[in-house]
């Protein structure tokens, strides 16, 4: 027994050497130590994410009120909803898993930006996931779900920019944020359908 739980402990770390490893590389491809031309931008598309998560369910849920419509209301609130969830699973992670910046670890990673929290997931994608994914099932069409993703793609791609996040650190967003606004999606839909039955 003693051996068995040695040799998982060793392919445990072996593991999360070898995963280490890739994250730095794909990260050096991406980010550059020299200010970029294309830094600017990035530094929008990051700092926009904030006013997007807050900016686009009070839209939905303005149009919703001027048009009477109870979907367009529903779906601002199942945003406000996935985003809540998703702020507590990528808190919960963060301080869970407590990943040191690759700024911090690496002498030749330099933030471009400022950030304490820890690294894992990554905040800024996972919030633009939640919303730009809860956007998509709400409104499930090409030019509300082609739009959606290129910007929370773009706000996961300028943290590596940016060098505050890993490769790891984004992937994990994503799929913290959309598991999120999958999750309240699913969830709307059972209580529906249960507030129906119940009112037959």
Request: with cysteine; charged share 15%.
């Amino acid at each position: 027994m003693r051996n068995r739980i040695l040799t998982l402990l060793l392919l445990l770390i072996s593991t999360s050497v070898f995963a280490q490893n890739i994250d730095i590389r794909i990260l050096r491809s991406v980010y550059s130590p020299h200010d970029l031309k294309s830094d600017p931008f990035m530094k929008f598309v990051s700092n926009s994410n904030n006013y997007m998560v807050v900016g686009i369910p009070i839209t939905v849920g303005i149009v919703g009120l001027i048009k009477h419509d109870e979907k367009w209301i529903n779906s601002a609130c199942q945003i406000v909803v996935a985003n809540a969830i998703n702020l507590g699973a990528t808190y919960t992670l963060k301080y869970t898993i407590n990943r040191d910046r690759p700024f911090l670890t690496y002498p030749d990673i330099r933030n471009k930006v400022n950030e304490d929290s820890p690294s894992f997931p990554s905040g800024h994608t996972s919030s633009a996931f939640a919303t730009a994914t809860s956007l998509s099932l709400a409104f499930p069409k090409w030019y509300v779900i082609v739009p959606s993703y290129m910007w929370a793609g773009t706000v996961g791609y300028s943290r590596m920019q940016l060098g505050v996040h890993y490769p790891g650190d984004v992937l994990g967003g994503m799929i913290t944020g959309a598991g999120s606004a999958y999750l309240t999606y699913k969830l709307n839909k059972w209580i529906n359908k249960s507030y129906a039955r119940k009112h037959e």
